[in-house]
């Protein structure tokens, strides 16, 4: 089992976000717990992160070890852009 642990930029962007959302998202990123390689995921190109789809929202995440990083947190228009 993984340890999910959101950076400041991710609590931040979730903040923005409305409540629903908030909610579908935080629920599937507590899915990663168990499976962190699950069909919604997927490896950036040229990158060590991974994306995970919720709808038209994306998070960001790296994995090290037994600990899943939540990076960033958006819309899947804008969370590509640095």
């Known amino acids: 089992m993984f340890n ?3 950076t400041e930029r991710a609590l931040k962007d979730a903040e923005k976000l409305e409540t629903n959302i908030i909610l ?3 629920q599937k990123v507590d899915e990663l717990k168990e499976d962190p390689f699950s069909k919604d995921v997927k ?3 040229g990158e060590t992160s991974f994306r995970l ?3 038209d929202y994306r ?3 790296d ?4 600990t899943i ?6 819309h ?3 969370i590509y852009e640095f």
């Open 4 to 6: 999910i642990q959101w």
């Open 24 to 26: 579908r998202i935080s």
């Open 43 to 45: 490896r950036l190109k």
């Open 53 to 55: 789809r919720v709808g």
């Open 59 to 61: 998070v960001i995440f």
């Open 63 to 66: 994995i090290e070890r037994t």
């Open 69 to 74: 990083f939540i990076l960033k947190v958006g």
């Open 76 to 78: 899947r228009n804008h």
